[in-house]
DNA sequence: ATTGATGCAAATAATTTGCACCTTT
DNA sequence: AAAGGTGCAAATTATTTGCATCAAT
């Protein structure tokens, strides 16, 4: 996955993109549904310390960048994300991919207008599992 | 929040409904967006250990009847859902409540058909401003 | 009896911090 | 220079485990 102005991104939140932040972010955005161990594992080689890695994934997350949700056995796991934090993990392997248009644009206005919060996004997880995973079982 | 046959809720997905884990359930039912320490601490009251509160909140994670999520700062909150694992948090003060129907049905289906994943669930947080943090801001 | 749970305390693993140094405004 | 980041190593927290005991099937 490459993302065309990812720097951009980063700055129009408020963020500067420093070459660790990106790293990390493309570590996740490669590998989603790692844990914060296994990418800070693999970013060591490129000389990133793992307080870095924590910090960035904090300040990725904090903007939307990232998002975090619970796999299969339970553990936190990661993964990048663009505009939308919509997600379909499978319960067997922990497989992750992104998923398209959710259409909750309409629920979330009826949301806003029911609840008056003032609505900022959402991340929606699906979960379920996989071709691979259902032969198997 | 009070659940009637919640005992049951445990059971039919295969866990003994022990005091135990009747009383986590409730902990974050009573204070969804809490941390697990939070709930260990007001639970140690009542005699749980916090290895208790540990595997209680795993198993029941495990089954959807505790979801997990992230809050504004970045802490690992939970909240106790029963159907659905549909929630409004507060970026601001980091309230939380349930929310009702979201009538992604449809959109489950269009996934299963395009993914071929058997689709079994899925987990929605809605993130927002409530009315009282507005003010302030 | 047998299996699953619990509490406690100890052991591990995860996450954050202090600090000196480096970069970008 | 000033502000924000980073790496490293040292705290600090969070989470899991071993074990003896209790409860439910």
Redesign the interface.
């Known amino acids: 996955m490459e993302a065309p102005g990812l720097e951009h991104r980063f700055r129009e939140r408020g963020l500067r993109a420093t070459p660790q932040r990106v790293a990390v972010w493309r570590e996740f955005a490669e590998r989603p549904g790692s844990t914060i161990r296994e990418a800070a594992r693999r970013l060591r080689g490129s000389g990133i310390g793992q307080a870095t890695v924590y910090r960035a994934v ?1 300040a990725l ?2 903007v939307g960048l990232i ?4 796999a299969p056995q ?1 553990e ?1 796991r990661f993964a990048a994300v663009l505009e939308h934090a919509h997600l ?1 993990v ?2 067997g392997c922990g497989a992750v ?1 992104p ?1 398209e248009e ?3 644009g309409a ?2 206005s009826e ?2 207008r029911r ?17 691979e995973c ?1 032969e198997v079982s």
């Open positions: 904090r997350e904090g998002v975090r949700f619970a339970g936190v379909l499978c319960e991919q998923l959710c259409g909750l629920y979330e949301v806003a609840s008056r919060y003032r609505v900022r996004g959402h991340t929606l997880i699906v979960y379920g599992v996989c071709p259902q």
